[in-house]
């Protein structure tokens, strides 16, 4: 039995191209980066009050929106 699992992604362009520059930035491949920033935000609860009941959400790297940091 394995210990990993495989799945299909389908990811906006421009949210690709972040992830892909993120992990070159890191030196980790797109893969790993993808689950290091899972692993952070599940590890860090946030909560979303538009989120019925106030249940966590992942922190906002992960929500597509657009990134703050400078150009």
Known sequence: MSTEKRISLRLPAELH???VARATADRR???????YLLEVALDSPVVDDDSPG???ASPDPLRGKPDSSPA
Request: negative net charge; glycine residues 8%.
């Open 17 to 19: 191209e972040r992830l």
């Open 54 to 56: 106030g249940e966590s």
């Open 29 to 35: 491949s797109l893969n790993s980066e993808i689950v």
